[in-house]
């Protein structure tokens, strides 16, 4: 698949004229090579008052500590912030793990990715998806600590803006978001061939351009949006779709796989048009607790406002647990993570916590970590 950036068809015309001067060609990061192949990574140029994170000022380092940020609530689906690092254990592939810190995560910087589908089946509720998204934007971002980026997709994923504290851009850029039918698309989902018209570009790119493309679009948003961020942030990805994926070349296991190894949890917003085939919410929920994150399913306005603000008051309401593996194998497996609750009192009351199932561990092959300076 395809991450492709915004730009004005004038400039795409001079860039264009600029490249065939040089003798070059544009590269575009596509999903499904050859196996092994390395596809590059595109990078969003900032727009005017965008404050992302600089990442010259992003330093990584090897740590031998595993971080789980987990949420927990009550029954009656409120927020939990007493427990105390007694009241819970970690295992690890079904190994007690020794737990060196436990605090309430209340302040930790956020990097977002807001993905739309603007597909078909999303034409009717897109006004209302981005009034919403607007208003939590408005919400939640803190200039100069938090960063949010604005992807849509349908068969191709299009970087609508990248990673920026600047609200004002953000809101903009879910602005510009619309349903671009396919050609010959006639509504209600169907798209025929008009006799006498100019076939478009190519079957395959007409085909997608009518599509959607789910996991292809969470993938690669974990992997050349978020991955890249500073590793003192929380990130997440909030989808927003049916659920339906009708093109993707990619398994749903591999976009999950995906936002585990960016350590991004996915806040997954059902919203579909009954005209079409309604929502896919098991698909929705798998992608979602898989992360650590929560699906939901509004169904009216009310509803999707709500969602929103839950989401929100989840990411201020979290609490960190950090252990060294008694697994030390650098094999770049995958290591099963479950957090039980053991203070009888808290047991009682059912609390429900909400995490990420386990995380790849490091590969003795991983390249040496970039020093700042």
Known sequence: MFLRFKM????????AAAFAV?????????????PGQQQPKPKATPQDGDEAIDDDDVVRFETDLTNVLFTAVDRNKRFVTTIKKEDVRVLEDGVE?????????????????????????QERTLPEEKSAAQRFVD?????????????SFTGDATLEQGLTGNASNVRRAIDRIEFVPPSGYIGGGTVINVPGTTPPISGDNQRRAGSTAIWDAVWVTSRDVLSETSDKTRRAIIL??????TSSRLKMSEAIDSALKADAIIYSIGI???????VEESSLRQLSERTGGRAYFPRDETDLRAAFSQIQEELRSQYL?????????????????????????LHKQKLRLTYRQGYFAQSAAAPTPRKKG
């Open 321 to 345: 647990l950090a252990y060294s593996p008694k697994n030390k194998a650098k094999d770049g497996t995958f290591r099963k993570v479950l957090i039980e609750v053991v203070n009888p009192e």
């Open 22 to 34: 040089a003798g070059w060609a544009p590269a575009r990061a596509r999903v499904g090579g050859e």
């Open 240 to 245: 927003l779709t049916d659920g339906v994926d």
């Open 272 to 278: 579909g048009d009954d005209f079409f085939s309604g």
């Open 8 to 15: 004005t068809r004038v400039f795409a015309l001079a860039l």
């Open 139 to 151: 919400a939640v971002i803190r200039s100069r600590r938090d960063e949010v980026a604005v992807l």
């Open 97 to 121: 793990q020794d737990v060196f810190t436990f605090q309430r995560e209340t302040d930790r910087p956020l990097s977002l990715a807001i993905l739309v589908d603007t597909s078909a089946s």
